[in-house]
């Protein structure tokens, strides 16, 4: 595998790449688990000790505004970070919060009727329900 180059993934994007700023979009790189704000935090604050969640937070958010990650919004708390900013399909388990990528599912592309001449920039499309292991447990409960 070649090796993340996040310097220039971050200037490409038109950000200023920080030590910070690289260690969080390499962690987004090299994790495809769509990773929260608590998440990235808990893996880098031993490694990076002035790391806060404030920093990482608007990391996020600015490198979301770079259209350089995607972020997720499914419950309506949680915003989930991903790398992969080509629209893809996302399944979201209710019970153990995970999101899963379904790449095999394409996402249907949404067709806005011409009478409101809106511009879609970005439109994302999940599903939900149980994965197959908190569905397993689900069933040993019944
Ligand atoms: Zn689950
Ligand atoms: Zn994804």
Not at 58 to 62: A, K, Q, V, Y
Not at 64 to 71: F, K, P, S, T, V
Not at 74 to 80: S, Y
């Given at each position: 595998?070649?090796?993340?180059?996040?310097?220039?993934?971050?200037s490409q994007?038109g950000?200023?790449?920080?030590v910070?700023?690289?260690?969080i979009?390499?962690?987004?790189?090299?994790?495809?688990?769509?990773?929260?704000?608590?998440?990235?935090?808990?893996?880098?604050q031993?490694v990076?000790?002035?790391?806060?969640?404030?920093?990482?937070y608007?990391?996020?958010?600015?490198f979301?505004?770079?259209?350089?990650?995607?972020?997720l919004?499914?419950?309506?708390?949680?915003?989930?970070f991903?790398?992969?900013?080509?629209?893809?399909?996302h399944?979201?388990?209710l019970?153990?919060?995970k999101v899963?990528?379904?790449?095999?599912?394409e996402?249907?592309?949404?067709?806005?009727p011409?009478?409101?001449?809106?511009?879609?920039?970005?439109?994302?499309?999940y599903?939900?329900?149980?994965?197959?292991q908190?569905?397993?447990?689900?069933?040993?409960?019944?």
């Open positions: 595998m070649l090796k993340f180059d996040a310097y220039s993934y971050l994007h950000i200023k790449p920080s910070q700023r690289q260690a979009i390499t962690y987004l790189y090299e994790h495809r688990t769509h990773p929260n704000v608590d998440d990235i935090f808990t893996a880098l031993p990076i000790r002035t790391l806060s969640r404030t920093t990482i608007n990391t996020l958010h600015l979301h505004d770079h259209g350089a990650i995607l972020a919004t499914i419950n309506g708390e949680t915003v989930h991903d790398f992969n900013t080509q629209s893809h399909t399944f979201y388990c019970k153990c919060n899963f990528d379904v790449p095999e599912m996402c249907p592309t949404p067709t806005l011409k009478k409101y001449d809106f511009e879609v920039t970005e439109y994302h499309f599903l939900k329900g149980y994965c197959k908190c569905k397993a447990e689900n069933e040993k409960q019944l």
